[in-house]
């Protein structure tokens, strides 16, 4: 029997539905599971309005740590792996989560130990992961696994679904959407993944974990969405220090900046993902190798 710490954060409870189907087939092998909730001492809204969901964003993509609520005795206990649940944000870790792997208690957490990172996310990980990766490996943790879930939905119609479901809390299909989030279907599969980490557990085996999730759909890359992130990540980088410049978290400045962001990001989603998907459709012919390195390389959890 090992023992597995759980550690995750959520608002609208997705993450957490996840991590119960992940877990599903670690209790029923009798290992024994912790589950840890991450909560900031001021919460945040879910729904948000419009004006906080993107005032939010600076500070949660240069990862500023904020203050968290005490984690229970517990989580301190020495565990045979460490299973963190998370979303991103902004193409970065949600801030609850960053502010924890950048705590102290990370670092006793974390430290020597194998971890498995899950997500559920809209459909734009790669970047947060790689910032994961980074925090990981400043608390000597070893990434042994990590699965992404995501809203199958195209990027245009997610991007309508999430944000109504951010904004509005209701998630249900409507007119000629679908439900938004990761489908039913795919958090009830995650206790396929559940089974790999089993295994995993019960032979020692943690070195061949990757491929196995990989082989039962634990990761799946979407050429189109390594270009929009690639350009998100740098457009993001402008506009976080952009905002952060236009004065204190309340100032007028600042509002206006957030205001600009909100009414640029939008339609530049909706230009830039068509276009890039075309661009990428002719990469993929005229780069072909280059392409699938990158596919291949966020596969897998070493840091370029
Ligand atoms: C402020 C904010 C920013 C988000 N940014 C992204 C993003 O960059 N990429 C993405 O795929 N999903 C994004 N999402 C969706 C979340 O990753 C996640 O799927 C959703 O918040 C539900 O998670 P939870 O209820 O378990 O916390 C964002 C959500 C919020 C609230």
């Given at each position: 029997?090992?023992?597995?710490?759980?550690?995750?954060?959520?608002?609208?409870?997705?993450?957490?539905?996840?991590?119960?189907?992940?877990?599903?087939?670690?209790?029923?092998?009798?290992?024994?599971?912790?589950?840890?909730?991450?909560?900031p001492?001021?919460?945040?809204?879910?729904?948000w309005?419009?004006y906080?969901?993107?005032?939010?964003?600076?500070?949660?993509?240069?990862?500023?740590?904020?203050?968290?609520?005490?984690?229970?005795?517990?989580?301190?206990e020495?565990?045979?792996?460490?299973?963190?649940?998370y979303?991103?944000?902004?193409l970065?870790?949600?801030?609850?989560?960053?502010?924890?792997?950048?705590?102290?208690?990370?670092?006793?957490?974390?430290?020597?130990?194998?971890?498995?990172?899950?997500?559920?996310?809209?459909?734009?990980?790669?970047?947060?992961?790689?910032?994961?990766?980074?925090?990981?490996?400043?608390?000597?943790?070893?990434?042994?696994?990590?699965?992404?879930?995501?809203?199958?939905?195209?990027?245009?119609?997610?991007l309508?679904?999430?944000?109504?479901?951010?904004?509005?809390?209701?998630?249900?299909?409507?007119?000629?959407?679908?439900?938004?989030?990761?489908?039913?279907?795919?958090?009830?599969?995650?206790?396929?993944?559940?089974?790999?980490?089993?295994?995993?557990?019960?032979?020692?085996?943690?070195?061949?974990?990757?491929s196995?999730?990989?082989?039962?759909?634990?990761?799946?890359?979407?050429?189109?969405?390594?270009?929009?992130?690639k350009r998100?990540?740098?457009?993001?980088?402008?506009?976080?220090?952009?905002?952060?410049?236009?004065?204190?978290?309340?100032?007028?400045?600042?509002?206006?900046?957030?205001?600009?962001?909100?009414?640029?990001?939008?339609?530049?989603?909706?230009?830039?993902?068509?276009?890039?998907?075309?661009?990428?459709?002719?990469?993929?012919?005229?780069?072909?190798?280059q392409?699938?390195?990158?596919?291949?390389?966020?596969?897998q959890?070493?840091?370029?």
């Open positions: 029997m090992k023992k597995v710490l759980v550690i995750y954060y959520s608002q609208s409870g997705q993450q957490l539905s996840i991590l119960q189907s992940l877990i599903k087939p670690l209790i029923t092998l009798g290992h024994q599971i912790h589950i840890e909730r991450i909560e001492v001021e919460k945040y809204p879910f729904p309005s419009a906080t969901f993107f005032n939010a964003f600076p500070e949660t993509f240069n990862q500023k740590p904020l203050a968290l609520k005490r984690l229970s005795e517990k989580a301190f020495p565990y045979d792996l460490v299973i963190v649940g979303q991103p944000w902004f970065t870790p949600s801030r609850p989560i960053s502010a924890f792997l950048q705590s102290d208690d990370a670092k006793r957490i974390l430290k020597d130990k194998p971890v498995v990172t899950i997500l559920g996310c809209r459909n734009m990980w790669l970047g947060a992961q790689e910032k994961v990766k980074q925090k990981l490996l400043d608390v000597q943790a070893r990434l042994i696994g990590h699965i992404a879930l995501a809203d199958r939905s195209g990027n245009i119609t997610s309508i679904t999430i944000l109504r479901w951010m904004l509005t809390g209701n998630k249900e299909a409507f007119l000629f959407f679908p439900a938004a989030g990761v489908a039913h279907q795919d958090i009830e599969h995650a206790s396929k993944f559940g089974e790999c980490i089993g295994d995993a557990l019960q032979t020692g085996d943690f070195d061949s974990l990757q196995k999730l990989n082989q039962n759909g634990a990761i799946e890359v979407k050429p189109s969405l390594i270009l929009l992130e998100g990540q740098k457009g993001f980088a402008f506009w976080s220090k952009f905002i952060s410049s236009g004065g204190a978290l309340h100032s007028t400045g600042r509002k206006i900046r957030v205001y600009a962001f909100l009414y640029v990001l939008l339609p530049a989603i909706f230009v830039l993902s068509p276009l890039l998907w075309v661009m990428s459709s002719i990469l993929r012919l005229a780069k072909q190798k392409l699938l390195e990158e596919v291949n390389y966020y596969r959890n070493s840091l370029r």
